[in-house]
């Protein structure tokens, strides 16, 4: 059997680490110790409201949101990457994430990293419904869910003990054309493992070893 908390740690890092190559490189580098400066603000244009000596994350999550949605008010909108390193804070809760998104989305199209972090945040409530709907209201909006999203949703499934359904989700990931990651190969594994499903397994094993991934490794198994 694989471990869960490994490949859990292992779907984090590796919806990570895409969306990480297209953010700003100052925003990656931000300390707690970062003072608030017109270069190292993520919201460089907007009015100061802090001291030079507080960092501008370590004020609440609320107080950012906030921040965000007067600059809206305002005409004077964010870009999408700076929306989107608000929603991926770890401080960031699912609603508070949400409410980030709507009023995001009421300007317009958002892209489709903006719903996969909410599939992965109720997801992580084990809000799977929840995670659903936004799967579903994804596809509604015209944006096609991509590999992330899909990975993030067989996740979510696991998460919840909903294997039957993980492996469903993976089954249309490929009926989609698309090419699973590693995390969502070894969480459909897991998934088909758990429910008796030894045929798909037998399935599932056959592409993950011709996409040519590294084997399971000993820490990957319980």
């Given at each position: 059997?694989?471990?869960?908390?490994?490949m859990?740690?292992?779907?984090?890092l590796?919806?990570?680490?895409?969306?990480?190559?297209g953010?700003?490189?100052?925003?990656?580098?931000?300390?707690?110790?970062?003072?608030l400066?017109?270069?190292?603000?993520p919201?460089?244009?907007?009015p100061?409201?802090?001291?030079?000596?507080?960092?501008?994350?370590?004020?609440?999550?609320?107080?950012?949101?906030?921040?965000?949605?007067?600059?809206?008010?305002?005409?004077?909108?964010?870009?999408?990457?700076?929306i989107?390193?608000?929603?991926?804070?770890?401080k960031?809760?699912?609603p508070?994430?949400?409410?980030?998104?709507?009023?995001?989305k009421?300007?317009?199209?958002?892209?489709?990293?903006?719903?996969?972090?909410?599939?992965?945040?109720?997801?992580?409530?084990?809000?799977?419904?929840?995670?659903?709907?936004?799967?579903?209201?994804?596809?509604k909006?015209g944006?096609?869910?991509d590999?992330?999203?899909?990975?993030?949703?067989?996740?979510?499934?696991?998460?919840?003990?909903?294997?039957?359904?993980?492996?469903?989700?993976?089954?249309?990931?490929?009926?989609?054309?698309?090419?699973?990651?590693r995390?969502?190969?070894?969480?459909?594994?897991?998934?088909?493992?758990q429910?008796?499903?030894g045929e798909?397994?037998?399935?599932l094993?056959?592409?993950?070893?011709?996409?040519?991934y590294?084997?399971?490794?000993?820490?990957?198994?319980?």
């Amino acid at each position: 059997r694989v471990c869960v908390v490994t490949m859990m740690r292992r779907v984090a890092l590796s919806l990570w680490q895409p969306l990480r190559a297209g953010l700003p490189k100052h925003s990656l580098t931000l300390t707690r110790r970062s003072p608030l400066t017109p270069f190292s603000h993520p919201l460089a244009a907007r009015p100061r409201l802090f001291s030079s000596e507080v960092s501008w994350w370590d004020s609440p999550v609320s107080t950012r949101i906030s921040e965000v949605k007067a600059r809206i008010a305002k005409g004077d909108v964010p870009s999408h990457k700076w929306i989107f390193t608000v929603m991926t804070d770890n401080k960031t809760t699912a609603p508070e994430a949400r409410e980030l998104f709507d009023v995001t989305k009421a300007l317009g199209p958002v892209p489709a990293m903006f719903y996969t972090q909410m599939v992965y945040l109720y997801g992580n409530d084990k809000s799977v419904d929840q995670a659903v709907d936004f799967f579903n209201r994804m596809r509604k909006d015209g944006v096609r869910p991509d590999d992330n999203t899909y990975s993030t949703l067989i996740n979510a499934f696991v998460q919840a003990g909903q294997f039957n359904k993980a492996v469903e989700v993976m089954d249309g990931m490929l009926r989609d054309g698309m090419k699973p990651q590693r995390a969502a190969f070894l969480m459909a594994l897991y998934a088909s493992e758990q429910t008796g499903l030894g045929e798909k397994r037998a399935q599932l094993q056959d592409l993950f070893d011709k996409e040519g991934y590294s084997p399971i490794r000993d820490d990957e198994r319980a």
